[in-house]
């Protein structure tokens, strides 16, 4: 594809899973301070937009036949909020941006969980690209 990146990521920090069928899983969660929300959607963005680009089949269910899917969830916590309020995350493919409705304001900190899963192809592919095992 294009080359090679370690994955040093700033605010994702992976965990890797594989089932018996070859299907990997890596799942993040990221609750940076308020500041760095737009550089977390970035890095979401890049992780993405690498994917997309991999195959446009994805995201979507690997049993009808994509390449890959992902789960994204986030909560917005205002300051001294221990409880978060949902928020929707959408992945702007065309624009590869990653949106959030209702936006987070200054002092909101973003409590974001992505689970990110793929076939085998997908799986050897992004452990090439960006490095990992």
Known sequence: MDEKYPMDWQYLDFECSEDTD???????LAQPAAQHTRAL???VALLLAWAC????????????????DLDLQV??????????RPAQ???QSAQKTLAIDPAPGPDDRLELSL?????????QAFREHWNTP
């Open 22 to 28: 070859g299907v990997v899983c890596w799942n993040a």
């Open 41 to 43: 959607c970035q890095e």
């Open 53 to 68: 680009r991999f195959s446009p089949t994805g995201p979507g269910p690997l049993e009808d036949g994509a390449d890959w």
């Open 75 to 84: 909560q917005l916590h205002g300051p001294g909020e221990h409880l978060g």
């Open 89 to 91: 995350a959408v992945w």
């Open 115 to 123: 689970s990110l899963s793929g076939t085998p192809a997908f799986a």
